[in-house]
């Protein structure tokens, strides 16, 4: 990937249980932000983090920045069966004009 | 809002016909981006427009393919000629800019398969 890396690459787990995964990502950042893909379908926005933030919540997504690092990570908590997707970090150049996307976790959540 | 539209949702095509896939931003959206996913290459960013300009088509793979985007609420990516090595989803986002917080909104993708 050109920007953005995720890890790891597959996930399982059983139904409760926490999951976390990382991006790390090459330049300096405006925002970084999380997005899940469905099989099959198109990709959804979680959760954005500007390059100031440095611990963002959204109801059981929890997502951390480390702009030192050029890292972030992305913790859902008492995961769900309907959790199992890919998540995709994304970042935009603090340039403004450059966009990529990581190259994703594969999360699956055992029942 | 009916989200982004992406038609068709399917397309399988032979080596060497002319494919067009289209997009419709959500009304208002100001930037518009094309997008393609393979097991292989992941997601890549194909280009992407503001207002109607293209500002960054680095991301194309060669020069069979083309995007253009005519009015605000429409834009095509062709692909003349479609080789095998193009079947991958096609995906259409777009987004309203506000600095700092401009989530991309995407469509449902387009699966084109080229024999």
């Known amino acids: 990937s050109q920007q953005g890396e995720e890890d790891p690459q597959a996930l399982s787990i059983q139904e409760g249980e926490n999951a976390t995964m990382n991006c790390s990502y090459k330049?300096?950042?405006?925002?970084l932000q999380w997005y899940r893909q469905n099989s099959g379908r198109g990709l959804v926005h979680l959760i954005l983090?500007?390059?100031?933030?440095r611990e963002k919540h959204s109801g059981r997504l929890r997502v951390t920045l480390d702009t030192s690092k050029k890292s972030s990570s992305l913790l859902i908590t008492a995961s769900r069966a309907a959790d199992t997707a890919s998540y995709f970090c994304?970042?935009?150049?603090?340039?403004?004009?450059?966009?990529?996307f990581g190259t994703g976790t594969s999360l699956t959540v055992i029942p | 809002d009916a989200g982004v539209i992406q038609s068709p949702r399917h397309e399988v095509t032979e080596m060497g016909q002319e494919v067009t896939l289209r997009c419709k931003p959500i009304s208002g959206h100001d930037y518009l981006f094309w997008y393609r996913q393979t097991m292989m290459r992941g997601l890549e960013l194909l280009i992407y427009?503001?207002?109607?300009?293209?500002?960054?088509d680095s991301g194309m793979p060669e020069d069979r393919f083309s995007a253009k985007m005519p009015n605000a609420s429409f834009s095509t990516l062709k692909i003349q000629p479609s080789e095998p090595r193009d079947s991958a989803v096609y995906f259409c986002a777009s987004s309203l800019f506000v600095w700092g917080a401009d989530t991309q909104y995407f469509g449902p993708g387009t699966r084109l398969t080229v024999l």
């Open positions: 330049t300096s950042i405006n925002n």
């Open positions: 427009f503001n207002n109607n300009v293209p500002i960054d």
């Open positions: 983090i500007r390059s100031n933030e």
């Open positions: 994304a970042t935009r150049s603090n340039t403004g004009n450059q966009f990529y």
